[in-house]
């Protein structure tokens, strides 16, 4: 378990560090690299005759002299106006290909067009074609946050390749979002609000599962007698139906800290950010309100909110978390309340290596909400143990016994409470996780 801000993990497709483009280009023509090359030549050549007195040798200074003429002579230096950016999307998912169109403005006669592309963090370029006066690029963003694409020096030549003029290009900012890891899987808590919704409630009420018969009330839909009942009994009997309720949710992430494991080089803070997606993802699909609060650095939250559209703006509140990541000590006792409503079912995805998370979890469990611990794992401290002495080396192993230890005290503390604690798989969907989950309801306290 190593800690980190901001540095790439081994494994890891792209490294975070930012790539840094060269300095702002001259914005006048100069010589190209045709031109250095061919007077390189010539001065070669003559300094070589003047050095061995053989006048012969100044014929090899023609070849290149000539060529100089020639190329000047192709014709004049083409006027360069600008250059504009079109990007095919501002918003994508890890993985995905983003499309960048520059089109030039060039009047004139040209020689040819020769694209420097400088990628942003986390950003690989794919291809680059260019048609004319239009440069195509497509890069892969492979870590979510909001990134800049980078920036593009695009080297327009004249006719004779002799001069260039560089215009650089900057397509801007993207938000990448993060691959919500699968699940299919929506637990409910005991207690729903008052909403309708698809999950089925205890209460009874207008729904599709029968969950009982009672006797026929004058007025009531004959549709709902049940027949094998009324049979047995002599009288009429109607089927009784569960209400169907919608869930509060609000994802909880923990980002305090971003943690890779030494084994595999997984980020803590990317499994906590793509399982908060993918749980966001699956309540907002069975039209549940789904809220976000993120802790750590600055406290970002959302209140619940559901639509096809509110996933986007769950994810947009913790994208600069990224940016968060630092030694700030956020006031965690005060949460706000508007974020966690009565009732709501809190998902907490966490490390459980800062014991603040802790204060969190007891108030949020004396509030009354049902809670749901998500462990990411981080992988055990590896000691370095080739200097130390025998003794030193049982000090290292035995402060990596008590760290174990501690996580374990800590998971059964939040147990004892009532709090479930599942680990999280990483690289594997939420399915196997949740599963627990659905042999019973999720309990809260009672206020």
Not at 35 to 47: H, N, P, Q
Not at 140 to 152: I, M
Not at 230 to 244: C, D, K, Y
């Amino acid at each position: 378990m190593t800690p980190r801000r901001g540095a790439a993990a081994p494994g890891d497709p792209a490294p975070l560090a930012l790539a840094q483009p060269p300095a702002e280009p001259p914005a006048h023509w100069r010589a190209s690299e045709r031109t250095l090359r061919l007077f390189t030549l010539t001065v070669a050549a003559v300094s070589a005759a003047l050095l061995t007195g053989h006048a012969w040798v100044l014929a090899v200074a023609a070849g290149p002299l000539v060529l100089l003429v020639l190329s000047t002579s192709a014709g004049g230096r083409p006027t360069v106006a600008g250059a504009e950016a079109e990007v095919s999307a501002r918003r994508c998912f890890e993985g995905e290909t983003v499309e960048v169109r520059i089109e030039l403005a060039v009047h004139g006669a040209f020689g040819r067009i020769a694209p420097r592309p400088y990628p942003g963090p986390g950003v690989s370029v794919d291809s680059v074609e260019v048609t004319g006066t239009t440069v195509t690029l497509r890069l892969t963003p492979h870590r979510w946050g909001r990134w800049s694409l980078g920036t593009v020096d695009v080297d327009v030549y004249d006719a004779g390749g002799l001069a260039r003029r560089t215009v650089r290009v900057d397509p801007g900012e993207a938000q990448v979002f993060p691959m919500p890891t699968h699940t299919a899987l929506t637990p409910i808590p005991v207690r729903l609000p008052e909403r309708l919704g698809e999950h089925t409630a205890r209460q009874r009420g207008e729904g599709v599962e029968v969950t009982g018969v009672r006797p026929h009330v004058w007025g009531e839909r004959q549709r709902r007698i049940h027949w094998p009942s009324t049979t047995r009994r002599g009288s009429v009997q109607l089927n009784q139906f569960a209400a169907e309720r919608a869930a509060d949710t609000v994802v909880l992430l923990d980002v305090l800290g971003d943690y890779y494991d030494p084994s595999n080089g997984v980020s803590s803070l990317d499994e906590t950010v793509r399982a908060g997606a993918g749980i966001a993802r699956a309540y907002l699909r069975s039209h549940d309100r789904v809220g976000v609060l993120s802790i750590g650095g600055t406290t970002r939250w959302l209140v619940p909110g559901t639509g096809g559209g509110y996933f986007h703006r769950l994810v947009e509140t913790v994208l600069e978390v990224r940016r968060d990541l630092g030694y700030q000590v956020p006031d965690l006792a005060g949460l706000p309340r508007q974020a966690i409503p009565a009732d709501a079912l809190v998902y907490v995805i966490t490390t459980l290596t800062d014991h603040r998370v802790l204060e969190v979890l007891r108030h949020l469990t004396a509030r009354g909400n049902p809670v749901v611990v998500i462990e990411v794992p981080i992988g055990s401290p590896r000691p370095s143990t080739r200097a130390l002495g025998a003794l030193r080396r049982e000090a290292a192993e035995l402060s990596v016994r008590l760290w174990q230890a501690d996580r374990e005290a800590s998971r059964f503390a939040l147990r004892a409470r009532g709090v479930p604690v599942l680990p999280l798989t990483p690289g594997a969907g939420l399915d196997l996780t949740l599963a627990p989950l659905l042999r019973a309801r999720v309990q809260g306290r009672n206020r």
